[in-house]
């Protein structure tokens, strides 16, 4: 009997230690989740937002976790103060020494005087749109645009000196919003094209939300945009699913991505141009679809020695994915299987998607990310003999 008692209460003591273990995992992956935000993607952290639904999270964080998503909130509010304070200086505020193959570089930190990314607020929040920020380098200078269309620069030799001293350099936007009684959604991207700026702009009027492309001449008094190229494609309510990159293809041509806008089978649709890859000519604004099929793209280089086009794009629930168009091989329009095939599932638990791409006339995927890995920009890298012992890194 006795026995059978020392058991019994081995077995609660376990029972209970792991219990207590458990709630304090789920209590660090929780607060973790506060600090950086609900939307990341991991296998630990699927599976705790499936023990821990997004809306009783709300719940827990005003209860149980208080104080960790007090003490986010106010790491968020010391870091736009000091953005804030430092203006157009642009201060370094960190630097850290890597290794990679036996080479030390030095990492240096600047902030821009942009508006911080709220993680809190999810990445899916319309504030959110007017906080990603983008830049681009043209000869000897870093151009930066704002979500909001802010724009400012900075010499590129800056980048050794403790501060980078960013100019204002006046545009625009303002102007053209409110001669088109329209309302700014966001930037989505900035690019140069010999002495040309390129920006492409998401904005809402009377018609819904929209995409379009605009150019101006690099001036440094102010930066006069104008309409390059409308899509005429509207929708009614904002999401993040709008892509917007812009690569250059020859001497007259750029490319132009756009993604699906959560819109049910545009993508599919050669009279539509939501979720294509679109080639532009500058000089006539006439344009052709390169390939369709895409759900968000988000990275896109063109490699003119190999006429291969790449390009990343974001999938559902997982299914990331890099697919590379060999424009050499004759098929005149090629598609990406989007919203047919993924490799991801839906965010609401189901998976509608036919997972082999080849099997249903689409183009596989290059590589499939899976958890998704919240894919960005694809940069071409030269390998080059000379490696310099600065590399430089930019928080907005």
Avoid: C
Avoid at 10 to 34: C, E, G, H, R
Avoid at 109 to 130: E, H, I
Avoid at 269 to 297: A, C, E, M, W, Y
Avoid at 359 to 374: L, N, Q, R
């Amino acid at each position: 009997m006795n026995f059978l008692k020392r058991n019994k209460k081995k077995i609660l003591l376990t029972l209970l230690i792991l219990f207590f273990v458990l709630f304090l995992s789920l209590f660090y992956i929780a607060s973790n989740l506060v600090k950086h935000g609900y939307d990341r993607q991991s296998k630990i952290y699927e599976i705790t937002k499936s023990i821990i639904p997004a809306h009783f999270f709300n719940k827990i964080k005003k209860t149980l976790l208080y104080i960790p998503d007090l003490k986010a909130r106010n790491e968020f509010l010391e870091i736009q103060l000091k953005k804030y304070e430092q203006g157009l200086k642009g201060e370094k505020f960190k630097s850290k020494i890597f290794e990679l193959n036996n080479n030390k570089y030095e990492v240096n930190f600047f902030y821009t005087p942009f508006k911080r990314l709220d993680t809190n607020l999810g990445w899916n929040a319309q504030k959110n749109s007017l906080r990603a920020h983008y830049a681009e380098i043209k000869d000897d200078k870093v151009f930066l645009i704002s979500g909001e269309g802010q724009t400012i620069f900075f010499e590129k030799e800056n980048l050794l000196s403790e501060n980078l001293n960013f100019k204002n350099l006046p545009n625009n936007i303002n102007d053209i919003l409110t001669l088109n009684n329209s309302e700014l959604i966001g930037i989505r991207d900035l690019y140069f094209h010999n002495n040309q700026i390129l920006i492409s702009m998401m904005t809402k009027d009377q018609q819904g939300i929209t995409i379009n492309l605009y150019k101006a001449d690099l001036n440094y008094k102010k930066i006069n945009f104008e309409i390059l190229f409308k899509t005429n494609e509207y929708w009614e309510n904002y999401n993040v699913f709008s892509g917007g990159r812009i690569e250059n293809f020859d001497k007259d041509n750029i490319l132009f991505a756009t993604g699906y806008v959560n819109k049910n089978d545009v993508a599919q649709q050669l009279d539509n141009l939501l979720g294509k890859i679109i080639k532009i000519n500058l000089v006539t604004n006439d344009f052709k679809i390169i390939s369709i099929g895409h759900r968000n793209p988000q990275g896109l280089e063109y490699l003119s020695k190999y006429d291969l086009i790449f390009n990343s794009e974001h999938g559902p629930k997982g299914g990331d994915e890099i697919n590379i168009n060999k424009l050499n091989e004759g098929k005149e329009i090629k598609n990406y299987g989007w919203d047919i095939a993924s490799y991801g599932t839906a965010y609401d638990g189901t998976d509608p998607y036919k997972k082999s791409h080849l099997e249903y006339g689409f183009e596989e995927p290059s590589a499939v990310f899976t958890p998704a890995i919240g894919i960005s920009e694809i940069l071409f890298l030269k390998i080059i003999h000379s490696v310099k012992e600065n590399v430089y890194g930019f928080h907005h």
